[in-house]
């Protein structure tokens, strides 16, 4: 345990926003209030490219109804990054953060913010400054080693799941094939959301390919044409990232447009083509006259007015846990451990080490999705289901029995 | 006012789904378990579709649960159909409603409905075959005449409107020029609901566009440069029907799919192109790196789990106003008369004669478009604003003053 430490404090949030990444804020600034060690809370504007320009917001003159707001509110309240910090750039951190003697760093967002937080923490080790960095978990992706899940899957799940539940809906009013594209570059765990709310037997999505299975395109179509003529009608879950069996994403293919972020991530948001592509192929190869294609994008992470309460209560505690942590640790980051299943879902949070999370992504387990690669599996149903907090039922009258 | 009429009923619901036409379903089926006159009720599967060929439903076994369940879910519960009869077609359904002593007929849907209720009634009277066809109004397009506005469009508006609240402050986190294209294929409706969330005089979307105003993509792109520079980002909302002084759509231009429906209509929701056609106009002449496009697409229509509480209560009483008014006239449409506005708001129900609703639509009235030709007014927001029933209040911390 380590002694304690007063200073000021910096947090930040980085990467893509999520529906609930503002709940963790506002839990590591009402814990912060509680920690007299603690005596100003900046929130980094823009994350790390804020922190080296020295723009800083002062985090305890928000009143508590503001704190709620901004808690409910999507997207990321102190504004984000795609930097990816190396040494020299946490370095230039370092050197801001001497100047206000700011001891404590909260980073929430995904691995690449474990990784910053560890070489902000190592850089720092080196010339002797104390600082105590944590990380707070967050993505839609649900990508991250050793939690059970991230903040930021549940609502992101909801809002996917919801989204399927009208579109299955509107398929059957007006039969066809449908596709939607949905985000996931390597993990498949937001894609296979789209089955969650499935509720008759016969319910789309019909088919739900994620990028752990390589699929031809051959095999595609020939699944599209096997549920087509089973349903007279074919709902379909593709995740951005679908790849062939060659490892390169069917959207990599497509891509003319070969923008890379800092990450050296290929743009797959923020585009209809592979989705038109896909459409194009069931409407040329199988001769399939009606078939729709929508990209569901950005609206999977930043919706308004839409939080699975489960997912905004547990990002609001990891918040709040990363500041108690911090009063006793170096460094960190929080995760989710499940103590309780279905009806008794419930999750108690312990501390990994910021190794253990940087850089590296984790994959939907084999036992989630199903032998055929175009569908998943209860146990994913059964994993996922608690941390949407719950879907509305719906009625479909079209398949009563006919008088 | 009409003798009494007994017999049977059908109701049916036609063309796209919203999330609201269930409830107009439901009002339909409730008013009728009050009339006597009414012995069956029967559910037409697919609409028209199903009337000629003889597919229907019994109405009258449904429990109210059930309707309740019924009433709260997207698209159309009965199935919808994209058939446009003419005279032959509504003596085929004449004929099959003979066979079933069917005297009473409501149609939900838009002004192709309206229409079919009309043709239908004049084949009937050409045969002296007594029947009352009443036109329920739907569409998230909002492009009916005589009423005030229609059901489905305060609930597709809410979706809207919340979708653009939350891509807004995605866009303050990460900034860049983010496009999102919108149904509305001759009215601009339901893309000028992507203002009815601003609360802040520097919320996006900063530039809107509508189809009844033309654009050239010369001034599109220089709109762009001018708020790119002013906000040092930019959120557009544009209508899939968005055309210029030639009075061609975009999307037609850029369209090489030209599969077009039953009604003539060519196909602009369910592709990415025009997004992704903006996108590349932006990037390419502007010079600006980070570009997104989305395109909503079906999820305006019929998202599971959201409802306008105004909305919905507006659609039931129309299915229930249709058969009160069966009960006295031979024919009408329903429409609404707005009695009181903001927090006041209040509406009361109205009979039209059917043919002032068929075939034709509404536009966006001028004085809900600025000067400008790219944004909405103030008007524009005081008529919508009550339909969408409230909006989540966010916060962006961003912007506070730095310390």
């Known amino acids: 345990m380590a002694e304690s430490l007063k200073g000021n404090a910096v947090v930040g949030q980085s990467g893509g926003p999520t529906g609930v990444i503002n709940a963790s804020l506002v839990g590591v600034i009402e814990e912060v209030r509680k920690h007299p060690e603690i005596e100003t ?3 980094a504007v823009h994350a790390v490219a804020g922190m080296v320009k020295d723009d800083f917001i002062d985090l305890g003159k928000i009143d508590a ?8 509110s999507p997207s990321s309240a102190l504004g984000s990054s795609r930097d990816k910090p190396d040494a020299d750039y946490c370095r230039k951190i370092i050197e801001v953060f001497k100047e206000r003697n700011v001891r404590y760093f ?14 902000l923490n190592t850089v720092a080790d080196e010339t002797n400054y104390n600082i105590r960095a944590f990380h707070v978990p967050k993505t839609v992706d649900n990508d991250l080693l050793v939690t059970d899940h991230c903040p930021g899957y549940g609502t992101a799940a909801k809002f996917v799941a919801q989204a399927l539940m009208g579109d299955d809906l509107d398929n059957r009013a007006l039969p066809g094939v449908k596709i939607d594209v949905l985000m996931g570059r390597h993990a498949g765990f937001l894609t296979a959301a789209a089955a969650l ?11 739900i390919y994620v990028p752990e299975r390589p699929v031809s395109m051959d095999k595609f179509l020939a699944d599209v044409e096997a549920a087509y003529k089973k349903y007279n009608r074919c709902v379909i879950a593709v995740s951005e990232g679908m790849c062939d069996h060659d490892h390169k994403t069917w959207a990599e293919k497509l891509a003319e447009n070969e923008e890379r972020d ?14 038109d592509f896909l459409a194009g ?11 729709r294609a929508d990209t569901f994008g950005y609206l999977q992470r930043s919706y308004a007015g839409l939080q699975s309460k489960v997912d905004v209560d547990e990002a609001r505690r990891c918040g709040r846990q990363a500041v108690k942590y911090a009063m006793e640790f170096d ?3 929080v995760a989710i451990k499940r103590t309780g299943d279905g009806a008794a879902y419930a999750a108690e949070l312990f501390r990994t080490e910021l190794k253990n999370v940087a850089e590296k992504t984790k994959s939907m387990p084999d036992e989630f999705i199903n032998a055929d690669g175009n569908g998943v599996t209860d146990a994913y149903v059964q994993y ?6 719950g879907l509305p039922k719906t009625e479909y009258l079209g398949t009563y029995p006919k008088v």
């Open 65 to 72: 109804a503001t704190l709620e707001t901004v808690a409910a």
């Open 106 to 119: 909260f980073y929430i967002g995904g691995n690449d913010s474990a990784n910053t937080a560890h070489i």
């Open 41 to 43: 809370l900046y929130g």
């Open 197 to 207: 709310g499935k509720q008759r037997d016969d319910d789309g999505p019909h088919l």
């Open 262 to 275: 800092a990450h050296g991530n290929i743009q797959l948001s923020g585009t209809g083509a592979l989705a």
């Open 281 to 291: 192929q069931i409407k040329g190869k199988l001769k399939i006259k009606r078939v």
């Open 331 to 333: 460094s960190g980051s």
């Open 384 to 389: 996922a289901m608690p941390l949407v907090g």
